[in-house]
């Protein structure tokens, strides 16, 4: 379909739902006449419905289906909105919704009276009703109320959204609750269970000890929290204000004033966005407790929780957007860190997994790939694109082998993926339509629900309308997001390159699946640990990159095809989690991955250079280890490994190249002013490397952390170098004659005095 006649199809339909709309809304307002005028008789006829202020309701829906055996002919009474009526000339059927749920009534005229009957049957949908009857059973098995009396309690003027889509437009549902809350029987049910919850943590935390308290809403300073306040002005003090952010300070001043356990649930306000899950006020709870640590908020945390399931839903176990969750079982605990890690690690073997099972489609194994000239693959005739894009895949796995390939089209998907998150989250997006989810964060692209209105470059508006009718979602949402990375490689071509050949062939199917790497990246990682923080992306990428080569080789690659020839390696990666041995469960993972980093990451570097530097004859691999190489120091012990692996891992280099590449280690002191030290998992483990005399060691004991005159420059006990002293060594070390190799290189600040 040519792009004129796309055009011209959209615009008649904009003509043909503008038209729509007018009719409708002519014919609302003929319904609404109606409605008003049937009041008016009403009320002419003495018989007001807003004069009634009492009625009497004995039973709701739910607790008469649920208790149908002992109230079976029994009379109850029952009231709230008409939501169905089939008059069936003697007797009617209808449909009342309460608080509870909805039943039916059985409406007959020789049971009600031949007036009240005539008056039932002018009744709208949407006007509240009493009913008073019996319980009994249909036919059909339907639990009903055989009607005595039918009366009208308000009249409805307004007409409600047609009966079979509802009120689905977000914005009316949002403006309208109560509209909201009639039609949509699931809103209600979380109104009412929100209600239950706050109440149930009243009760918990009351019952531990807590004491709920009530602090000031307007504030000289609103702390506690990163937020713009609303600004007031208080006349009586001729001062300005600002509405709280958050609950914290003052909960925190009730600690400090004696009060063991506090908690308040209260309004906080802050001005800034808005959308449907952002409100510009909101209900927050907090609570403190003295005399404890995160395990202990963490172990209440996890009990409220499962106390809260077990008396809100009834059980422990519950259904969230189809996934059930079981609170009864002790929850895992990671911290973001950990979460990065734990999805990076498992989404990088997952997507490997999906390509190589996309190239097993093209005949294409770690085993054998097949004639590249073949037309069919596995009885399929190719497109001349797909004939294309294998040849280029085949020919790209002959150069650099099956694992690396795969390996480097994974990572490639990966890059795209997590950019495109957090764009999405943080509105970066031109086209302000997210990828991944929709605005409430759920798996449901809206890029699907809004194909056809976007507009990209290189769309093709025939195709998507093609995959729209044929309801193919899945072919849809690769399409266009392999549409959305081109289009955006104009504005960030280092981060989306146009996709072509292989890489488009191996695009991983079925990612609106339950459990795939991009659903997967959703519910591990919190939308809040997205916003404004880049620092997840670099997080992602190292721990994608500490199990596997695959950005070490790209980046090898890359400057080979750039410049011809890699001259200089220099090795610096590592994690620094000193911790004691007896300090395990909490150290575990940052040893490993200091490991992975330090010992894989070296190793990887060397494989990435070696071939070519033997090839162009010459090299140099610096390898930056630690002066705690040296000598065995408690609390150090894997980072003392790690470090002495790339010791070994250099000299292992230099006894088998012979001359060709130079190999350097340099070992700096052990606490350089970098953000490595951060990883320390506990600082008393840093006393052996920075004690000298028995006297310092006792001054650290006392002191901890480093008092400040171990940071003076003048001290003969300790100073703390700047890393470009690292950086100059390094240069030091490449600047030296081919004929000249420096083996070891140790950095030491002046002064210190290292028990190593």
Same mark, same amino acid.
């Given at each position: 379909?040519?792009?004129?006649?796309?055009?011209?199809?959209?615009?008649?339909?904009?003509?043909?739902?503008?038209?729509?709309?007018?009719?409708?809304?002519?014919?609302?307002?003929?319904?609404?006449?109606?409605?008003y005028?049937k @009041?008016?008789e009403?009320?002419?006829?003495?018989?007001?419905?807003?004069?009634?202020t009492?009625?009497?309701?004995t039973?709701?829906?739910?607790?008469?289906?649920?208790?149908?055996?002992?109230?079976? $002919?029994? !009379?109850?009474?029952?009231a709230?909105?008409m939501?169905?009526?089939?008059?069936?000339?003697?007797?009617?059927?209808?449909?009342?919704q309460?608080?509870?749920?909805?039943?039916?009534?059985?409406? #007959?005229?020789?049971?009600?009276?031949?007036?009240?009957y005539?008056?039932?049957?002018?009744y709208?949908?949407?006007?509240?009703l $009493?009913?008073?009857?019996?319980?009994?059973?249909?036919?059909?098995?339907?639990?009903?109320?055989?009607?005595?009396?039918?009366?009208?309690?308000?009249?409805?003027?307004?007409?409600?959204?047609e009966?079979y889509?509802?009120?689905?437009?977000?914005?009316?549902?949002?403006?309208?609750?109560?509209?909201?809350?009639?039609?949509?029987?699931?809103?209600?049910?979380t109104?009412?269970?929100?209600?239950?919850?706050?109440?149930?943590?009243?009760?918990?935390?009351?019952?531990?000890?807590?004491?709920e308290?009530?602090?000031?809403?307007?504030?000289?300073?609103?702390?506690g929290?990163?937020?713009?306040?609303?600004e007031?002005?208080?006349?009586?003090?001729?001062?300005?204000?600002?509405l709280?952010?958050?609950?914290?300070?003052?909960l925190?001043?009730?600690?400090?004033?004696?009060?063991?356990?506090?908690?308040?649930? $209260?309004?906080?306000?802050?001005?800034?966005?808005?959308?449907?899950?952002?409100?510009?006020?909101?209900?927050?709870?907090?609570?403190?407790?003295?005399?404890?640590?995160?395990?202990?908020m963490?172990?209440? /945390?996890?009990?409220?929780?499962r106390?809260?399931?077990?008396?809100?839903c009834?059980?422990?176990?519950?259904?969230?957007?189809?996934?059930?969750?079981?609170?009864?079982?002790?929850?895992?605990?990671? /911290?973001?860190?950990?979460?990065?890690?734990? *999805?990076?690690?498992?989404?990088r073997?997952?997507?490997?997994?999906?390509?190589?099972?996309?190239? #097993?489609?093209y005949?294409?194994?770690?085993?054998? *790939?097949?004639?590249?000239?073949?037309?069919? &693959?596995?009885?399929?005739?190719?497109?001349?694109?797909?004939?294309?894009?294998?040849q280029?895949?085949?020919?790209?796995?002959?150069?650099k082998?099956? !694992?690396?390939?795969?390996?480097?089209?994974?990572? /490639?998907?990966f890059?795209?993926f997590? #950019?495109?998150?957090?764009?999405?989250?943080?509105?970066?997006?031109?086209s302000?339509v997210?990828?991944?989810?929709?605005?409430?964060?759920?798996f449901?692209?809206?890029?699907? /629900?809004?194909?056809?209105?976007?507009e990209?470059?290189g @769309?093709?508006?025939?195709?998507?309308?093609?995959?729209?009718?044929?309801?193919?979602?899945?072919?849809?949402f690769? *399409?266009?997001?392999?549409?959305?990375?081109?289009?955006?490689?104009?504005?960030?071509?280092g981060m989306?390159?146009?996709?072509?050949?292989?890489?488009?062939?191996?695009?991983?199917?079925n990612?609106?699946?339950?459990?795939?790497?991009?659903?997967?990246?959703?519910?591990?990682?919190?939308?809040?640990?997205?916003?404004?923080?880049v620092?997840?992306?670099?997080?992602l990428?190292?721990?994608?990159?500490?199990?596997?080569?695959?950005?070490?080789?790209?980046?090898?690659?890359?400057?080979?095809?750039?410049?011809?020839?890699?001259?200089?390696?220099?090795?610096?990666?590592?994690?620094?989690?000193?911790?004691?041995?007896?300090e395990? !469960?909490?150290?575990?993972?940052?040893?490993?991955?200091?490991?992975?980093?330090?010992i894989k990451?070296?190793?990887?570097?060397?494989?990435?250079?070696?071939?070519?530097m033997?090839?162009?004859?010459?090299?140099?691999?610096?390898?930056?280890?630690?002066?705690?190489?040296?000598?065995?120091?408690?609390?150090?012990?894997?980072?003392?490994?790690?470090?002495?692996? &790339?010791? *070994?891992?250099?000299e292992?280099l230099r006894?088998?190249?012979?001359?060709?590449?130079? &190999?350097?280690?340099?070992?700096?002191t052990?606490?350089?002013?970098?953000?490595?030290?951060?990883?320390?998992?506990?600082?008393?483990?840093?006393?052996p490397?920075?004690?000298?005399?028995?006297?310092i060691?006792?001054?650290? &004991?006392?002191?901890?952390?480093?008092?400040?005159?171990?940071?003076?420059?003048?001290?003969?006990?300790?100073?703390?170098?700047?890393?470009?002293?690292?950086?100059?060594?390094i240069?030091?070390?490449?600047?030296?004659?081919?004929?000249?190799?420096?083996?070891?290189?140790?950095?030491? #600040?002046?002064?210190?005095?290292?028990?190593?």
């Open positions: 379909m040519c792009e004129e006649a796309v055009g011209w199809r959209m615009k008649m339909a904009e003509q043909n739902n503008q038209q729509k709309k007018g009719g409708q809304q002519q014919d609302a307002n003929q319904l609404i006449q109606v409605r005028d @009041l008016h009403l009320q002419a006829n003495g018989k007001n419905p807003f004069e009634i009492k009625y009497d309701v039973h709701h829906s739910t607790d008469i289906k649920d208790n149908f055996e002992s109230l079976e $002919g029994q !009379e109850v009474t029952v709230g909105r939501m169905f009526k089939r008059v069936m000339g003697k007797a009617s059927f209808c449909n009342v309460d608080l509870k749920g909805r039943i039916q009534a059985y409406v #007959a005229r020789d049971e009600i009276g031949e007036e009240s005539a008056d039932f049957k002018k709208d949908v949407g006007d509240i $009493g009913i008073k009857g019996k319980v009994f059973k249909t036919q059909t098995g339907e639990i009903s109320i055989h009607a005595q009396e039918v009366t009208l309690l308000s009249k409805s003027l307004q007409i409600l959204p009966k889509h509802g009120l689905t437009d977000t914005d009316a549902r949002y403006r309208q609750r109560y509209v909201d809350l009639i039609m949509n029987e699931d809103v209600k049910d109104f009412v269970k929100r209600s239950k919850v706050i109440s149930s943590i009243r009760r918990y935390l009351d019952g531990q000890g807590f004491m308290v009530e602090t000031p809403m307007l504030v000289s300073n609103a702390g929290a990163s937020a713009r306040p609303f007031t002005h208080f006349n009586a003090l001729n001062e300005d204000l600002k709280r952010i958050s609950l914290e300070l003052y925190k001043r009730l600690i400090v004033g004696g009060m063991e356990r506090v908690y308040e649930i $209260g309004r906080v306000f802050r001005n800034e966005g808005l959308d449907t899950r952002h409100n510009p006020e909101f209900t927050l709870m907090e609570l403190y407790q003295a005399y404890t640590d995160y395990e202990g963490m172990e209440l /945390t996890e009990s409220m929780f106390y809260l399931a077990e008396k809100v009834g059980s422990a176990k519950i259904s969230y957007n189809g996934i059930e969750i079981d609170l009864s079982k002790p929850f895992e605990r990671l /911290t973001m860190n950990d979460a990065i890690k734990k *999805y990076a690690v498992w989404a073997r997952e997507l490997i997994s999906r390509v190589s099972q996309r190239a #097993a489609l005949e294409i194994t770690d085993k054998d *790939y097949g004639d590249a000239s073949a037309d069919s &693959v596995l009885g399929r005739v190719m497109s001349a694109e797909e004939k294309h894009q294998r280029a895949l085949i020919a790209q796995i002959r150069e082998g099956y !694992e690396q390939v795969m390996e480097e089209i994974a990572y /490639t998907w890059n795209r997590i #950019a495109l998150r957090f764009m999405e989250v943080n509105g970066y997006l031109p302000r997210r990828v991944f989810t929709d605005d409430e964060n759920n449901k692209p809206q890029i699907l /629900t809004e194909a056809i209105t976007m990209l470059d @769309l093709d508006m025939e195709k998507v309308y093609a995959l729209k009718n044929a309801n193919d979602d899945d072919a849809l690769k *399409y266009m997001l392999i549409v959305q990375c081109n289009a955006l490689s104009s504005i960030l071509p989306f390159q146009r996709i072509s050949d292989y890489t488009e062939l191996l695009f991983p199917d990612l609106l699946r339950e459990g795939s790497v991009i659903e997967q990246m959703i519910s591990m990682i919190p939308e809040e640990d997205w916003k404004d923080a620092q997840i992306i670099g997080w990428y190292q721990y994608y990159n500490s199990e596997k080569k695959d950005d070490v080789f790209a980046m090898a690659k890359f400057a080979v095809d750039t410049y011809g020839r890699i001259d200089v390696l220099v090795n610096n990666a590592g994690t620094m989690p000193l911790a004691f041995f007896s395990h !469960e909490q150290a575990l993972d940052k040893w490993e991955q200091c490991i992975d980093i330090s990451g070296t190793i990887f570097g060397i494989s990435a250079v070696y071939d070519q033997i090839k162009q004859g010459q090299g140099q691999v610096i390898n930056v280890s630690s002066i705690y190489a040296n000598f065995p120091v408690a609390g150090a012990g894997v980072y003392q490994v790690a470090k002495m692996g &790339v010791q *070994y891992l250099a292992s006894s088998e190249c012979q001359g060709k590449i130079k &190999v350097t280690t340099i070992k700096p052990g606490f350089m002013k970098t953000n490595l030290s951060s990883s320390v998992v506990d600082q008393m483990a840093m006393m490397a920075v004690a000298g005399p028995l006297e060691l006792s001054n650290w &004991v006392e002191e901890a952390p480093l008092r400040p005159d171990f940071h003076d420059i003048n001290s003969m006990t300790y100073n703390d170098p700047d890393p470009q002293v690292l950086a100059d060594n240069i030091y070390a490449i600047n030296q004659p081919w004929g000249v190799s420096i083996g070891d290189l140790t950095v030491r #600040a002046s002064g210190e005095s290292f028990v190593i």
